[in-house]
C-alpha cells in the first residue's frame, strides 16, 4: 500500500529553522529519487529538492546554501532540514518520488506539512 506521512510543519520565526520528516512505505522508498515539493498559498507545487537512492542530492537554487535533504533508508525516512527560513518559504511541503507517485489514474499525495514563517 502507497503511504506517505510527512511531520514536523510549525510555526517559526524569520531565520529560524526547522527539520521535516517523511515516512513512506518500503516499496517506494527503496526503489525511487525522493523529493521535497512545496505549494504556497495560491501557487503551483514546486519541487525543493531531491536525494538519488545512493545519497545525490539537489536544490532548486532558492534553497541552496538554506536547505539539506537526507533519507535514512533504514527507517524509510527522507528530511528536510530548513534553515534561516524566510516568509516566503510559508508553505505545504510534500514528500513524493521522483517521478510523482500514480495511483488509479491520479497523482498520489499526503497530507502535507505546513511550515509558516512569520513573526
Known amino acids: 500500500q502507497v503511504q506517505l506521512v510527512e511531520s514536523g510543519g510549525g510555526l517559526v520565526q524569520p531565520g529560524g529553522s526547522l527539520r521535516l520528516s517523511c515516512a513512506a512505505s518500503t516499496t517506494i522508498f527503496s526503489l525511487y529519487t525522493m523529493g521535497w515539493y512545496r505549494q504556497a498559498r495560491g501557487k503551483e507545487r514546486e519541487l525543493v529538492a531531491t536525494?538519488?537512492?545512493?545519497?545525490?542530492?539537489s536544490y532548486t537554487d532558492s534553497m541552496k546554501g538554506r536547505f539539506t535533504i537526507s533519507r535514512d533508508n533504514a527507517k524509510n525516512t527522507v528530511y528536510l532540514q530548513m534553515n534561516n527560513l524566510k516568509s516566503e518559504d510559508t508553505a505545504v511541503y510534500y514528500c513524493?518520488?521522483?517521478?510523482?507517485?500514480?495511483?488509479?489514474?491520479?497523482?498520489?499525495w499526503g497530507k502535507g506539512a505546513l511550515v509558516t514563517v512569520s513573526s
Open positions: 536525494i538519488t537512492r545512493t545519497g545525490t542530492t
Open positions: 513524493n518520488t521522483i517521478p510523482v507517485i500514480r495511483t488509479g489514474g491520479m497523482d498520489y
